[in-house]
Structure formats: C-alpha cells, structure tokens
C-alpha cells in the first residue's frame, strides 16, 4: 500500500518545513544571504519573484521569501493541473509563476502554504491505491511519481529554510 507511504512522507515533509514557519519573520524573509540572491520583490502593489528559466549553473542563493514563494509556486501548479481546474493540462512553469504573488509577510506565507497544504492533503485523501497509476500529462508520469515528487520538493525547501535560518541568526550574533 503506497498511500499511507506517501502520506507519511508528505506529513514528515510539512513537519519539517513547519517549524521553520512558525519561526518566520518578515525582516527574516528578506534578508539575502549573498549578493545577488533571488528574493521577492514589490512591484505595483504585487509581490513578485526573481525567477530565469532554466535556472543559471550555478543558481543563485535565495532569500525565505523566495523560497516560499517557490514552494507556493509549484504547489499551486502541481494542484491545478494534478486535481485541480487545469487538471490534465499542460503547465508552463514561466507563464504559471507571472501569477503567482508572494503572500508579503511571514504571516500571510504560514497561512498561504498551510492552505495549499490542506487543498494537497484533502486531494490525496480522496484517492485510492488504483488512482496512483494514472498518468499525469502535465508531468508525464504516474500520478504516484507526482506525490513522490512533490514530497522531495517540500523536503528540499524546508531544508534549505534550515540553512538560511542557522546562516541568519549566526550574522545576527
């Protein structure tokens, strides 16, 4: 049985990245690590997204705001097309992040994520063992493969909020 598996991995996941958004704050989410660091910026009343794709080798360094945005980014495109109203078609990561705005403050970050949290969790719950072979046009893989991914995904980002919070308060000493 992989759902209680995927299931486990997403609530490890989230966990994790939890403890890093209660911790959150906003002088936090945009203090930039190095020069050049991708961060989110306020551009006519949104808050928008250093983002080039493909990504430059090597990329950037990014700020907690960044990283949440990114981590909202992906969420509400993997949802849209996995579950959601785009559901089965194709997803052009650019055009998706050109609508994707950054919450502004750590506050509206915990609430945005968790509420994807819950959309993701309450698609996942409706599933059965049957659904994770279905193939997902968008990622061109089974449906399992999209949990599976999204899992790693949230994983990396909690662990990269880990590093920029220890390199955060170390300069703040």
């Given at each position: 049985m992989l759902l209680p598996t995927l299931r486990y991995q997403l609530d490890v996941s989230w966990s994790l990245l939890a403890l890093h958004l209660d911790a959150l704050r906003d002088d936090m989410c945009l203090w930039e690590p190095a020069p050049g660091a991708w961060t989110v910026r306020p551009v006519d009343g949104r808050w928008v997204a250093d983002l080039v794709l493909p990504e430059p080798d090597p990329p950037p360094t990014t700020t907690m705001g960044w990283i949440t945005?990114?981590?909202?980014?992906?969420?509400?495109?993997?949802?849209?097309?996995?579950?959601?109203?785009?559901?089965?078609?194709?997803?052009?990561?650019?055009?998706?992040?050109?609508?994707?705005?950054?919450?502004?403050?750590?506050?509206?970050?915990?609430?945005?994520?968790?509420?994807?949290?819950?959309?993701?969790?309450?698609?996942?719950?409706?599933?059965?063992?049957?659904?994770?072979?279905?193939?997902?046009?968008?990622?061109d893989k089974p449906l399992s493969h999209v949990i599976a991914w999204a899992n790693i995904e949230l994983m990396k980002n909690a662990a990269e909020m880990g590093q920029l919070r220890l390199l955060y308060t170390a300069r703040q000493r």
């Open positions: 945005w990114h981590i909202g980014w992906w969420w509400t495109g993997a949802h849209a097309h996995t579950f959601g109203a785009r559901r089965g078609e194709a997803l052009d990561m650019i055009e998706h992040a050109k609508t994707v705005d950054w919450p502004g403050s750590a506050a509206g970050v915990a609430a945005w994520l968790t509420r994807l949290r819950d959309q993701w969790v309450e698609a996942l719950d409706g599933l059965t063992e049957a659904d994770l072979d279905r193939h997902v046009a968008w990622f």
